[in-house]
């Protein structure tokens, strides 16, 4: 039994984890500086710089388009509870 609930939890991570702009492809597709500033932002609750927040965008639709994208869904909840999300078409690159 404890092999079969390894082999379902193998499944899920390859499933569920293969397309995440995780901390590990972050830390290989940006430059070092900003990775750095971004941890930080992340960890430590700093303000994210516009500069950093552009670099970090243009390596994560990079990376998306990289994998066959072609629309994203940018989603957030307000601090007023309530959701809302944009949606939007990658416009360059794309046949």
Do not use: C
Request: proline content about 4%; hydrophobic content about 40%; glycine content about 6%.
């Amino acid at each position: 039994m404890e092999r079969e609930s390894e082999m379902v939890k193998e499944s899920l991570e390859n499933t569920f984890a293969s397309n995440v702009f995780s901390d590990v492809v972050m830390r290989a597709r940006l430059p070092k500086n900003i990775y750095k500033a971004l941890k930080k932002t992340i960890d430590e609750g700093l303000p994210l710089a516009p500069e950093v927040a552009d670099i970090v965008a243009n390596a994560m639709k990079d990376w998306a388009i990289e994998r066959g994208a072609t629309h994203f869904t940018h989603w957030f909840q307000p601090m007023n509870g309530e959701r809302t999300h944009y949606y939007g078409v990658f416009r360059q690159g794309i046949n």
